[in-house]
């Protein structure tokens, strides 16, 4: 017999709004997706997230406890409640165990999505499931966009910043893994999408600068001209 999972909802601290397809279901596979990055040096206070707390904490510490707590949790109930089953984690197209996030360089990667169409219920009623809703601040007030509202947020940049309401939950099919789902996106900091890459991802990295010029003035050299486009 399946395990029925628990379900946990999560509020994240802010991240990067990467590989967003939130107003619009990504085409391909139609999925709601969104990956959520979390640098290296965020830090946000508990209190703002109403939890208990407030001294500053790194937001890929806080979001690896949440993430990696729930996993222990599933399997542990998986093993407790099919003690002689042999389980197998989800794998990718390559055969690999899924990955739900990721540590890199840049930070703390989180994998969401969310399926899109329809379906039919129990009573063989069919329905559309919802996309993400997406919140924004007026004023003093955080209100829920409507669906012609969010259309500004079609296509995000990877340099917006904002947090996401997660649902959490864990499944027992012919494999056992976990949903990621974010079922709620608030933009903080919007940067519309353009089409052009970061300047990073164009291999513009930053280098050390030049120490400034000397106020001692040096005798003067003879200087050899620099080659230009048009010299052979």
Known sequence: MASKSPTFMLTTPYANLTYAWLHKPEPKYGYYQLTLVFKPDDVFVPADLGLQGVEPINSIEFMLDKLEGFKTQWKEQLQKENPSKKFTWSRDKEGNPKEYWKTTEQGLEVYCRMPSGKRTNKQGAEFELPPPKFAEQVGDTVVFLT???????????????????????????????????????????????????????????????????????????AVNQSASASDW
């Open 147 to 221: 669906k012609e509202e969010s259309a500004k947020y079609d296509k995000l940049s990877p340099e917006s910043r904002g947090q996401a309401y997660l649902r959490v939950q864990g499944f027992d099919l012919d494999e056992v893994g976990m949903r990621i789902q974010p079922v709620s996106v608030i933009v903080r900091s919007y940067v519309p999408y353009d089409g052009i890459a970061s300047p990073e991802a164009m291999g513009f990295m930053p280098t050390k600068q030049p120490a400034p010029p000397s106020s001692i003035e040096e005798p003067s050299q």
